[in-house]
């Protein structure tokens, strides 16, 4: 996040933001944000919650609604892996939103999952996104702001293949329901992975992968292998292993960090 002068910045953060615009060509966009308030050039924004104003961070990606100068804007969280290019997005009808359905919720509880974002950035509709903030309560964030403004208007990506969470390979081989979307499709681990395009982050209790995680908390709640046919699968177990093995690996090539 770029929130002041990056030439006289020799911080790490800002070495690495320099890096992605010159071997990367990155293109930087300065955005100030506060934790107590968000101010731009229309209105000033606060959430309170205990009698204490304070910025949700999960609001910051809202602000792309803002990016006028684009005529079409992919956003992606950047908790997760692209495993495959998206470019035929941008192919998509003209539409004001496209957003995936949280499946892992559907159908008791459809919404529209917020970590792929497809969007026209026009003013009207970064106004309409300021207002519903303003209207937030203290346990809405940016996943509840979308829902309430595009849940029935939107248009509707398919989560296959452009999105998945890690968490889907830890789940029993009978309970993939929800992401196959029908009990008569029969999961293949392997397939899954070769067909998803983005792969999100979501294993709780265990943290996002740039933290450390102990090896105790890793064996407890990596994927099980199975018994199939007398035969020991673990699929599952290697290829989430995998996932973030690569994101690791990436992480120190790219910014020189460890776990």
Known sequence: MITGDLESDDSHNARLLKKARTQYNVHLEPTQVQHKEVLNKRRSLTKRLGGIAYYEDSFTKLLVFNQTRYQRVL?????ATVAQLMDELFLLPPCPVAMPRAYWLYPEDPKL???????????????????EIERAGNDDYDMEVVNTLYKDQGMVLPH????MLTAEFRHDPDDHRKYLGTDRETWDPVAAFNEVKYIHFSDAPLPKPWHHISDESHQEWQPKCHVHDGVERCSERDIWNGIYTDFRNRRKHVCGFTV
């Open 75 to 79: 956003h992606l969280d950047s908790d």
């Open 113 to 131: 999952a917020s970590p792929v974002i497809l969007l026209q950035p026009t003013a009207v509709e970064f106004d309409r996104i300021l207002a």
């Open 160 to 163: 296959r293949p452009y999105l």
